[in-house]
């Protein structure tokens, strides 16, 4: 497949997505591929004034080539690896990660993983606290005979 730019050969092959169903392909050999992801694209207003158009595209462009001044990293080469270059970078590009990491992981905190085979003392501790932080919801909400039986389990956990 030859380049939609050039007369090279395709390597890169890119497909956007404009919105619902609607997607746009494009076959770019590797100089005509940097050329589109490194420098601003001069894109259609579909809806917007020229004006508003030009001030979204400055505000990307900006955001884009903003680099860590640790690493120098850009952000538009985040973008396209998917690699940061230094633990500095989440502070540099917080607001634009947030929404990222929100949205791949569920949180923007990591919480960690346990053990598969976790010790029994440190089991019980975990249902212990999970039991605890139960308890406490059930006298909230004033469900006593649940709150007892929880309270049950956890001395039951206690003595052994």
Excluded: W
Aim: glycine fraction near 6%; charge should be negative; proline fraction near 4%.
């Amino acid at each position: 497949m030859k380049c939609q730019k050039c007369t090279k050969a395709a390597t890169l092959h890119i497909t956007e997505v404009l919105g619902d169903d609607q997607y746009d392909e494009l076959h770019l050999c590797e100089e005509c591929a940097q050329k589109y992801l490194y420098e601003p694209q001069q894109k259609s207003g579909g809806g917007k004034s020229g004006e508003a158009v030009a001030s979204d595209e400055g505000d990307e462009t900006a955001v884009s080539q903003r680099e860590c001044p640790v690493c120098g990293v850009k952000f538009v080469e985040f973008r396209n690896s998917g690699r940061l270059g230094c633990p500095n970078d989440y502070q540099e590009f917080r607001e634009e990660l947030l929404p990222l990491l929100e949205s791949i992981h569920g949180d923007t905190r990591h919480a960690g993983k346990t053990p598969r085979r976790l010790p029994q003392t440190k089991q019980t501790q975990a249902e212990l606290n999970q039991l605890r932080k139960q308890l406490h919801q059930a006298v909230t909400k004033e469900a006593y005979e649940e709150a007892a039986r929880i309270r049950d389990r956890i001395r039951q956990l206690e003595e052994n």
